[in-house]
Each structure stands twice: as C-alpha cells, then as structure tokens.
C-alpha cells in the first residue's frame, strides 16, 4: 500500500530562525514528489517538485532534497517568516495505469512561525 | 487569470439532505479531480474526471456520491443522505493535460458540516 509519513507533526520556531521537515514514503512505481503549502482555509499550493534523478530543489527560502534509494525527503526552509506559518504536505506521485497519476499525500506537517 | 473556483466555501445541512458541491476548473483545464480531506488527515484522492466522462472512481464511495463533469459548467460532487461522517474540506483540483507528472492546481475547498 502506498503510503506517505510526515515528521514532525507540528512544529513551533522562532522567526528568522531555519527549520527540516521530513517526509518518509513507501510509493511504487514512484514518478516524482512534490511538497505543497496549505494555508489554513485554502488549497495546497505547489512549492517544489523532484523526479527520480533529481537530489535537491530550490524555490526561494524553500529547499527541498530527495533520497531515492532511502525513500526520503526534507524540505529546508531558511530564515523563517510569519507567513511560512502553514500545513507542509510531501505528496508523492505514482505512475498511472495509463490514466492520471496517483497521489498520495501526507498528513503534513503544521509550522507556525512566531515572534 | 482565474484558478480553480469551489462553491460554495462553506456548506452546512442536516442529516438526510443533499450537499451540491461545484467546481469550476482553470479555464481550458479538461481533467478534474475531487479529493477529501478529513480533519487531522491527508487529502484522499475520490474521483478523476474529463469532460463528460468519469475516468476513475476508485477512490469515492459507492453509495450516496456521485460526481460529473458536463460539457458545459461546473464539475458537480453531489452526496444524497449527508450523514455527519461527511463533513469534511472538499478540494477540487484541474490539470490541462493527463498529469503524467501530477501537475494539479488546487480550488480553495468547500467545507461540508453536516449537523
């Protein structure tokens, strides 16, 4: 069964301080993975996304890596601002029988940035 | 440039009723897909729809839900004989191509209390 496992569950950090979210997955055939903001009351949104060869993404304050071979990922995020408060969410894609890819997401990760 | 359009935001009905949900996709945007979220949990994935045809229902229940996606308007997930084990954020995401890659973008959600 696929499956993704987020770490931590949440997590509470200082502004301007650095913090690593970790994602776990158990996703075959894997395809790429992806980590989505999610604001409270709205949508994810895409932040970065990582194919098989790929070990390292960047989107601005947002790095993200890639382990294939262990199944893992983390995603950096660098001189944290209030507005990074949000759910982190790894998502994992599967490739299709011929239609859409499947995704599997995680549980997320909540992160609130304080004074 | 609008994105993905959910309405309404918010929805509240009895048990017994019927919750309509809408989904308007990215403009040119012709595959659909409806994912759950319940409160502490992931996303999960519920049906996957091109215009006029359901392309996988794997993932909603085979009772009370149904969804469709017509020629013309909205992709609709209607739920007949809401039971309080609906409520829930209901996201619709569109893709313009079969998202190989699991490039989707995601409506802001309609949340379904069920009193």
């Known amino acids: 069964k696929n499956q993704v496992e987020q770490s931590p569950q949440s997590l509470i950090i200082l502004e301007g301080k650095n913090c690593t979210l970790q994602c776990n997955y158990t996703v075959s055939p894997f395809s790429n993975l992806r980590w989505y903001k999610q604001d409270t009351g709205r949508g994810p949104v895409s932040l970065t996304i990582?194919?098989?060869?790929?070990n390292t993404k960047s989107n601005g304050r947002y790095t993200a890596t890639l382990d294939a071979d262990t199944k893992q990922s983390s995603l950096h995020i660098t001189a944290s601002q209030l507005s990074d408060s949000a759910s982190y969410i790894c998502?994992?894609?599967?490739?299709?029988?011929?239609?859409?890819?499947?995704?599997?997401f995680g549980t997320g990760t909540r992160l609130q940035v304080t004074l | 440039n609008a994105g993905v359009m959910q309405n309404p935001r918010h929805l509240v009905r009895r048990r017994g009723q019927e919750a309509r949900l809408r989904c308007s996709p990215v403009k040119g945007h012709s595959h659909v897909y409806w994912y759950r979220q319940l409160p502490e949990e992931g996303l999960k994935f519920m049906v996957y729809?091109?215009?006029?045809?359901?392309?996988?229902e794997s993932g909603m229940p085979k009772e009370r839900f149904s969804a469709e996606f017509p020629k013309e308007g909205p992709s609709i997930l209607r739920i007949q004989q809401v039971v309080r084990g609906d409520s829930a954020a209901y996201f619709c995401?569109?893709?313009?191509?079969?998202?190989?890659?699991?490039?989707?973008?995601f409506g802001p959600g309609t949340r379904l209390t069920v009193l």
């Open positions: 995401a569109s893709s313009p191509w079969m998202a190989g890659d699991g490039t989707q973008y």
């Open positions: 990582m194919t098989f060869s790929e």
């Open positions: 998502v994992v894609s599967a490739l299709g029988t011929g239609t859409a890819s499947k995704l599997t």
């Open positions: 729809l091109q215009k006029e045809n359901i392309i996988d």
